[in-house]
């Protein structure tokens, strides 16, 4: 064991987290949260008055919890404030997010009263936003709370009669990735409601999601490095039935904040590329940068506790494929081409579409994004709006890097 009691000690590569850990250190009380990088200067080209409206969105930073925002870690959120400054400075009666993630900004967007349609290549990014995105009656709350609270009884008693509970094979290989009593508690939990039947099903599967890397041995969502935090025996099972408490809280609070006659928003699990929406009047959203994250290998806990299929040779962007620079890069251009033409599709006329990205960063070299974003909205008969963009110094490369907001109509 380190002497440093506080040291993260990363451990191989995201693609291959099978195995024990090499080594296992003390950590702190928390895992580690990743906080947003500070802004620099902005500029604005185009139209000003939405320009600064963008770049107050791009400045939204610190913790910000409102209905269902902060109920499961995502990667990358977009900022929720940001989201509901975007929104309000493109006014329209329906929104499609084809990169939804987590669903941040379907979440303002229902708050807003708008229709709402959301799509994204990740399994895990549709579970999370369908979770996020319920809108149930009081009837519903109050049976989910009983469900939760159901699922926690026949768990907690699996675990006092040592009983021998079903797991996929999938997670097996990962075990080691959980102190034993984590791993047990997650598992009868698993199996609770693995053998419940109910059309509520998919929301108690994303409040178990919500502990499924908290409770193994990554530092967080976003890193494979390895922290040790002693967790006594009964721990996970209690913070099931605290995260559940929560989530029904903060449900009932999401249907309080959404305007009546709103209908529930449509998420599918569809590649941008070819997005499966109808016709709408705004597209906000926020395409993986380019070399900056794998998304999919990110979530390979989850997809062994769930056995989901991975598409991930069909991910843009990805961070592992920028081993080859070049062609990487090239491959991202062609799919900016690609998704951009296919959202400019979707749009009616006079529809907007607004796009959220940054550059990425590899060898040494800076990615980058508002130019061919542009362009691509170009090929797709798009006009350009504004561009709005502030600098961000990455601690990690110490290297400044620029986000952009960038907003096209079709005409």
């Known amino acids: 064991m380190s002497k440093n009691p506080n040291e993260y000690v990363s451990r191989g590569d995201l693609n291959d987290l099978a195995g024990l850990p090499r080594r296992v250190n003390l950590g702190d009380a928390k ?40 109920f499961h870690a995502y990667p990358a959120r977009l900022h929720p404030e940001a989201a509901r400054l975007l929104l309000e400075a493109l006014p329209g009666k329906t929104l499609a997010d084809p990169f939804c993630g987590g669903g941040t900004l379907l979440v303002e967007a229902l708050i807003a009263g ?17 979770a996020r995105t319920a809108l149930l009656s009081q009837e519903q709350l109050t049976r989910l709370s009983q469900e939760l609270e159901a699922i926690h009884v026949k768990a907690a008693q699996s675990m006092d009669e040592k009983k021998h509970v079903y797991l996929p094979p999938s997670i097996l ?53 390895v922290v040790y935090i002693p967790r006594k025996n009964g721990t996970v099972l209690r913070a099931f039935k605290e995260k559940a408490k929560e989530y029904v809280a ?31 009047d705004t597209i906000i959203t926020s395409p993986p940068y380019p070399g900056t994250y794998d998304y999919l290998p990110l979530q390979q806990l989850r997809q062994a506790w769930f056995d989901l299929n991975m598409r991930e040779k069909e991910e ?17 251009l062609k799919d900016t081409d690609t998704w951009i033409l296919s959202c400019a599709k979707a749009l009616v006329s006079g529809g ?29 008969k798009l006009s350009f709006v504004t561009s709005a963009s502030i600098e961000r110094f990455d601690p990690a490369t110490k290297m400044k890097k620029i986000e952009y907001i960038l907003v096209f109509k079709k005409p």
């Not at 604005?44 to 913790?63: F, H, M, P, Q, Y």
């Not at 708008?114 to 895990?124: A, H, M």
């Not at 609070?253 to 449509?266: F, K, M």
Request: glycine share 6%; charged share 25%.
């Open 316 to 332: 843009i962007g990805s961070r592992r494929s920028f081993k080859q620079l070049k062609a990487a890069y090239d491959a991202w």
């Open 31 to 70: 895992k580690r949260i990743s906080g947003q990088v500070s802004a620099g200067k902005a500029h604005i080209e185009g139209d000003l008055e939405l320009g600064k409206k963008c770049v107050t969105a791009l400045r939204s930073s610190g913790e910000f919890k409102r209905a269902t925002q902060g």
């Open 250 to 280: 903060q449900l009932t609070e999401l249907q309080t904040l959404v305007p009546p006659g709103t209908d529930p928003a449509q998420i599918t699990l569809a590649d941008a590329r070819h997005p499966d929406f109808e016709k709408v």
């Open 352 to 380: 907007q579409l607004a796009v959220v990205v940054g550059e990425g960063m590899q060898s040494g070299k800076l990615l980058r994004v508002a130019k061919p974003t542009i362009q691509a909205a170009e090929k797709a």
């Open 114 to 130: 708008r229709k709402v349609f959301g799509s994204d290549l990740n399994p895990v990014a549709t579970l999370v936003s369908t």
């Open 173 to 225: 290989k990962y075990k080691n990735w959980y102190k034993t009593n984590c791993f047990d508690e997650l598992a009868c939990l698993y199996d609770a409601i693995r053998t419940h039947e109910s059309e509520l099903k998919p929301l108690l599967q994303a409040v178990f999601s919500s502990l499924v890397v908290k409770y193994s041995l990554r530092a967080s969502d976003t890193s494979n490095k």
